[in-house]
């Protein structure tokens, strides 16, 4: 019997029960992806079973590059010996990446995203489903190698790689060739690690010492770290230390399931996620939780007045009040179940987008977690959608004549406090994706190369590839299609963190300390600073006579190195006597002396959160030039692409062809900022049309309630102008005071989030201004498409007897 | 003034066409107060919605102060109910939303008159209506009777040229019924034109015309003889 009239009721008003069910829907389906997305984040790295008792060791020492804090650890032969000098520490291992990106199996090459040489303790440590092998014996001898079952399968088909050997080709860093023997095969690891390589294998000889690698330390259950910390520095100290008494360096431990949200240092194995992300995405998904119940709730009290008269002919008739409850309880359950359903309907295409967009199957193995989330959110808006109305039942009980029934004094301060609190959210949200828009799109143009993007990077390619860098540059200047070819040691976004001691006329180092003072260095190819166009503010560009011979060097620095250098002015720092001094024993490389000449302005080779460093530009026969970039004429792309690959595969046939854009690349470098942008924007447009959708309901309501008021001011001589605006009046007034809250709170919640940056565009009044007129014209759209149907309305129509 | 020519009104259902006005011709003259009677369901709501400008007639002519109604554009019937016309409806239509004085002072809000005039002018009917202590109550709290007389007081408080009163009675006990009456002939004596339906023969008697209307025919017009 309830059933009936609920369902009756329901369809009674389509539309309104249509805002409430999307509202609610949207909402759900971005509340389950948001907190599926958040459980991924914040549990990486705890598939570990040992994930706890693991830590990343680091050092830091200010007199080592500036003190800057490196993931890996340099030389760290000495590890070993630590396991035996602190007795809380169990275990550990070691991960050196495998350089070159490339290996070789029958003559063929192959790409690797990543892979590491690793100590044969990897498997106590880690955690990772071996599909063939033994854990204790797999990595037991040296170059023994696993493979992950992805890797196996594009390298080696559906064979068994047992037994299969890989070779390492020799040449990058100075390495000699090598060869490794699979041993193993494991599962591929899971996308909440921090790592997955493609294979891990033991180094062929002991390669530790003299390397830079992440170490991990396994401790002991129960071990304090602090004194796993102190046992390291003792030992450093007596161990390692050349002068014992100014120990300065320090020791860092990290958690192992900290390192994907906090750990930002340098030469990370991949970039850290963002914890900025994180919190960004948890305000979002609470304000779509508050958005959309308030509105439901909102929704609900406005049409208890339809079904007011049913629900006093009933008390009349003597039915309870809680057979009344029930009713506003099984027409919720209708909502909520509707609203389930509805979202697992968009759930679907939504997950298969994001999986295809950034390799991640959230969905996937959560069927728990989703039934949870909807099950916990269902229930909020059952109950908190419900209260209100109940409160209406329980006055209607108290009052024993129907002359109260309309509880509309009270009713109507509820929904306007809901209505500044929806549309204060939704301004804030908007404020956020502008700025964080702007600030990144501003990155973004800052960033070198991206303007034209016509520049393509060979990034990181192979030595035997480097030390061919000019026939290359020859070959490919012939075609018209290419503009100009140049070379770099770091990649675009990328850090240049080697710095190196110098002299220079008139700078006065302490002798003592000259090993320490040192400066950024960047070698580069001579057309580098014409290919991004860096712009001199003194002096020029390489010139022909730049030779290795000493005493004919050239020098460009940067803005920051000229006051790094304590000079102001461009002018006067050009043609003074430079050099750079490098000392690796053996190496017999040596770094010409000669003259400053020229002085570039400021440019942002790193991301913007970091202030442009002092470097040092200079250029040095086939020395160190790890990244090819290219630029060719924007309009002939297609051309210049394939005369590219021409001259690849004839110079380096074995070698895959293999380039990005810059831009692309910068796009990576601002990831986060990208993704949060995108990710505001989506719930930000949820969270704006949910609060429109229930202004429009809002306003529906309230003017059939109106509409008699309406008919009677018109026969007494009101405008249609005079009707609307007496409708529209308290929703802009709603939206202005919800305007006057906002502002302020997004105006300092952006000022923080700007903070990351070093540079950073201006919260301009702008951005309020126009955020303000969005929403004021949004609402004033939505509610005027109400008033107007209303006011125009003719009053015969809205006056017949009641 | 009003000049109704051959006026029919109705409404199409699916294969018929119901009249509810039909031929309807009907003259009144400024300073006349003229009662409609008819039974129920005769059309008189709808003869008086056509003369107030609310609805419009299906077919025929009809002349409000001269001007032939279909071409009075929408802008100007808004003034017309400004400044010309009162309405007293059947159903009163108070605002729920608005106290007694507010809903009193509505018409005046919209001729734009000043806060302070206003004041007096709705103080005075609130006194003539002895409803003073009920200024601040709202519709939902007060009596039919009660809801009856604000209903009046709105009508009449812009002192419109044209008041047309859909059963300004019904719902008051005869006493206060007699007083209205009264304070409708008063009105109209001091130039107002009116237009009432009334099923109570006696109150015609205050009118100087009567016309009766069955069927949406008109089948008896009069002068009232012993006018009260
Ligand atoms: N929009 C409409 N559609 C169809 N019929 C209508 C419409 N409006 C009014 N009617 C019909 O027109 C007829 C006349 O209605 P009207 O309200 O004018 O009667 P009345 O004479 O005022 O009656 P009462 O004395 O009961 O107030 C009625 O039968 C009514 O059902
Ligand atoms: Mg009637």
Known sequence: MILKVVIRNLLKHPFLNLVKVIGLSLALTGIVFIALFLKNELSYDSYHSKSDRIYRYTITDPDFLGGKHFARTINPGYIPELKEAIPELENFTRLMPVRGGLIKYEERFYNINEAFECDSTFFQVFDARLLIG????????????????????????????????????AGQFYGEQQDFTVQGMMKDFPSNSHFYPDFITTPGADQFANSWAWTYLLLAENANPENVKSGISVYLKNNRETNP?????????????????????????????SLTNIYVLTIAALILLLISISNYANLNMGMTGFSAKYMFVNKLLGSSKYSIASYFFIEGLFIVVTTSILSLMIAFPINSLIAKMYGLNLLNGNTFSVAVIVLLFNLSALILGMTPVVSFVSSLFRNRTKRNVSPKMAKGRVSSALIIFQYGF??????????????TRYALNSSIGVNEDNIVCFESVHSSIQQKFKVLKAELLKYNSIES?????????????????????GYKTDEQNQEYDRIGVFPCDYSFASIFNLQFLSGENFSKKNTDADGSGEYIINEAAMHRLGYSEPDKITGKEFRLIFSAPGSGIEIPGGKIIGVVKDFHLQSLKSAVEPLVFFKRENLWLLNFVISYKPEMQAQAL???????????????????????????????ELLQARLLSVFTTIALFISSMGLFGMALISTQRRVKEIGVRKVNGARVSEIVTMLNRDYLMWVGVAFIIASPVAWYAMNRWLENFAYKTGLNWWIFLATGLLALGIALLTVSIQSWKAATRNPVEALRYE | MIQLKKIDKYYDAKF???FILKGVNLEVKQGEFVTIMGPSGAGKSTLLNIIGLLDEPSAGEYYFWDEPAHKIKEKQKVQYHRSHIGFIFQAFHLIDELNVYENIETPLVYRSVKGKERKAMVADLLDRFNMVAKKDLFPSQLSGGQQ?????????????????????TGNLHSEQGEMIMKLLKKLNEEGMTIIQVTHNEDFAQYGTRVVKLIDGLIREDYQVENRK
């Open chain 1, 134 to 169: 033994d854990k204790q014996k797999v990595l037991g001898n040296p170059a023994s190698m696993v493979v992950t079952e992805s890797f196996a399968k594009r390298v080696f088909g559906e064979t068994n790689p047992v037994g299969k050997v890989l070779t390492l080709p």
């Open chain 2, 148 to 168: 009856q007389l604000v209903a009046i007081a709105r009508a009449i408080i812009g002192s419109p040229k044209l008041l047309l009163a859909d059963e300004p």
């Open chain 2, 16 to 18: 018929q066409r119901t």
């Open chain 1, 642 to 672: 394939n005369d590219m690959k021409t001259v690849w595969n004839s110079l380096f046939p074995e070698y895959p062809f293999q380039y990005e854009h810059v831009g692309a690349m910068y796009k990576k470098v601002y990831k986060a």
């Open chain 1, 485 to 505: 070819v140049s070379a770099m040691m770091e990649p675009p976004g990328g850090e240049a963190n080697d710095m190196f001691p110098f002299e220079m006329e």
């Open chain 1, 245 to 273: 008494e100014e120990m300065d360096t320090q020791v860092h431990l990290q958690k192992l399931n900290d390192i994907h949200l906090k750990s930002h240092k340098l030469r990370e194995i991949e970039p850290a996620g």
């Open chain 1, 426 to 439: 939704s301004i804030a949200l908007i404020v956020s994706v502008i700025v964080i828009s702007k600030q």
